[in-house]
């Protein structure tokens, strides 16, 4: 049986409603049809199903174990206590006992079925948030630095990614009427979409905006990458604009590949949406609409050129780009522990072992937070690496903060394990992701305390080396930027990446193809005892790999290292 195209099923779909009202409403089925798989992605979730049980319900003659991942929409990453207990509160009832910070500032629900879903959107409305366009073809969640209450200048990049989110936001009331039972308006199938018209983006689109010297968004990632410059009196000038970054790839296509975005000109804040307007508008009349593998702005960019994009940008815009300014980036991880602000407060971040915030032996993190949540008076922040910030804390609460930090264990990643465990990013991979080959967030751990003893036989204990896992080839964990990085492609066995910088200024090259764990390490064993009797003063394990030769740049289409000269 062939399906239409997902172009067909968002012009057909009345302006992302479908038929998702009747589906809800079917007891026969845990699932959804397949136009409405597609739809239910702008409205911020995705249906999947546990793969760790197929082959025994297939065999039993049941439909899959079909159940609903659901992510939030927070530019920037913020939460209040209260929303914190809110979201604690849907998490043990309707999803899977756990929170996910995503590698986009935000959190996932996992476990969700069918019937409950709409009561889960429901309680995420009632704690003043939603998941409007979190997913699908629209621009999604927009990063923005960790941490925006540590100085003026991140306070008003964090504005920023506040009006970014909000201004393009998809005009559609599918969202209010399909979970929240808004009366449909007379002209409720007809409104207008502005920025993204009748069909909406051919992919999706990320937009990100970093603060100098930390790129703790991975800004060049992004299809849009903002980066924030600061003029003489602290305040923000304006930004930096690079455009074309995107992590997704396939294995085996060289037609797809991971690239840099390109640093374009510079522009001021007045000018910003418009300029962001026209980025979009451009990716939405000439990315592709036939082959969605190919669809994302990076080979928009690569299709037509850069100065043809440019051009497009600028003529849309109403004005020309200024030069770009000089800015430099020190590294892309996040500082752990605390902090304090020129404000005089105080910020705890922790590290969270893949983001996931969830009650095990030993580890009741889930539990510990909730009690933090009760008495913080500050904010929670999320970081775009998958850790969590405490923020705001006062002088005096510190040490509240810490008992409960050490009595549910919320520091044992920070005390017990070495430096590349703490930094360490993984994607969700199985068993819910319908794209996995391999596992990521169930499989850190174990190589994690597997690379431990060469870290330690060599004296790399506290070598900061980023390390990132992707259960597949797509990217979610931006595993094309760490220095080492294991990419799916079966179980148990994966292509080892290396050679990225510390600052997300390099991509990654295929070291080894197709290797399972003991190969891996054999391989590692060698170049992190190298690394440990060569390096340089302060150098990191990718720069050292290509300063000593071992790897090169990788040979994709349109390579780029974001230029040294540019951030002196």
Not at 85 to 114: C, E, M, P, Y
Not at 172 to 190: F, H, I, N, P, Q
Not at 522 to 534: K, Q, S, W
Request: hydrophobic share 40%; proline share 5%; net charge neutral.
């Amino acid at each position: 049986m062939s399906h239409p195209s997902v172009e067909d099923i968002k012009i057909n779909s009345r302006r992302l409603r479908g038929t998702l009202q009747q589906g809800l409403e079917d007891p026969v089925t845990g699932s959804l049809s397949f136009d409405d798989q597609r739809l239910v992605k702008f409205h911020g979730s995705y249906q999947q199903d546990d793969r760790d049980l197929r082959d025994e319900r297939r065999r039993q003659k049941l439909e899959p174990a079909h159940q609903f991942m659901i992510r939030i929409r927070a530019p920037g990453g913020v939460f209040t206590p209260t929303q914190w207990l809110h979201l604690d509160h849907i998490a043990t009832t309707w999803a899977n006992h756990s929170l996910r910070v995503t590698t986009r500032q935000t959190f996932q629900f996992h476990g969700v079925i069918k019937r409950e879903l709409k009561a889960t959107m429901q309680a995420i409305n009632a704690a003043a948030l939603d998941t409007i366009a979190a997913c699908g073809d629209v621009n999604r969640n927009v990063l923005g630095a960790s941490n925006p209450l540590q100085s003026r200048l991140h306070a008003q990049v964090h504005e920023w990614t506040q009006q970014l989110s909000s201004h393009f936001l998809p005009r559609t009331r599918a969202y209010y009427e399909v979970w929240l039972d808004e009366a449909k308006v007379a002209s409720s199938g007809e409104e207008e979409e502005p920025v993204y018209g009748a069909t909406y983006l051919p992919r999706k689109f990320k937009i990100a905006v970093a603060v100098p010297p930390s790129n703790d968004v991975d800004v060049f990632a992004n299809d849009l990458g903002l980066i924030a410059i600061v003029d003489s009196q602290g305040d923000l000038a304006g930004f930096n604009v690079a455009i074309g970054g995107g992590m997704g790839a396939s294995h085996g296509d060289a037609n797809t590949y991971p690239r840099l975005g390109n640093v374009i000109g510079f522009v001021r804040p007045d000018r910003l949406l418009a300029l962001v307007e026209a980025v979009i508008t451009t990716q939405r009349d000439y990315g592709d609409r036939v082959e969605r593998k190919h669809a994302r702005f990076k080979y928009t960019i690569d299709t037509h050129g850069v100065d043809f994009i440019v051009a497009q940008i600028q003529q849309r815009a109403g004005f020309e780009l200024e030069p770009v300014r000089s800015w430099s980036f020190a590294h892309n991880g996040d500082r752990l522990g605390w902090a304090r602000s020129e404000d005089g407060l105080w910020h705890l971040t922790l590290s969270l072992p893949s983001g996931r915030i969830a009650d095990r032996p030993g580890t009741p993190h889930l539990s510990g937070l909730r009690e933090i949540a009760r008495i913080h008076h500050g904010q929670f922040r999320l970081t775009a690496n998958q850790n969590l910030t405490i923020a705001a804390v006062a002088e005096g609460e510190r040490e509240r903060i810490d008992a409960l930090v050490a009595q549910y264990a919320l520091d044992s990643e920070n005390n017990a394990t070495t430096a590349l465990a703490r930094h360490a990013v993984a994607c969700v991979a199985l068993p819910t992701c319908a794209l996995a080959m391999a596992e990521a967030e169930r499989y850190l751990p174990d190589f994690v305390s597997a690379l431990e003893p060469l870290l330690d036989r060599h004296g790399l204990r506290e070598a900061p080396i980023l390390l990132r896992i992707s259960g597949c080839p797509n990217g979610c964990s931006r595993p094309y930027l760490g220095e080492i990085a294991l990419v799916g492609k079966a179980p148990g066995r994966y292509n080892l990446m290396l050679g990225a910088d510390h600052r997300g200024q390099r991509l990654n090259t295929l070291y080894r193809e197709n290797i399972a764990e003991a190969d891996i390490l054999a391989a590692l064993d060698p170049l992190l005892g190298r690394y440990a009797a060569e390096r340089n003063e302060a150098e990191g394990f990718g720069d050292f790999l290509h300063r000593a030769g071992i790897v090169a740049l990788p040979p994709y289409p349109t390579h780029r290292q974001i230029p040294v000269e540019l951030h002196p």
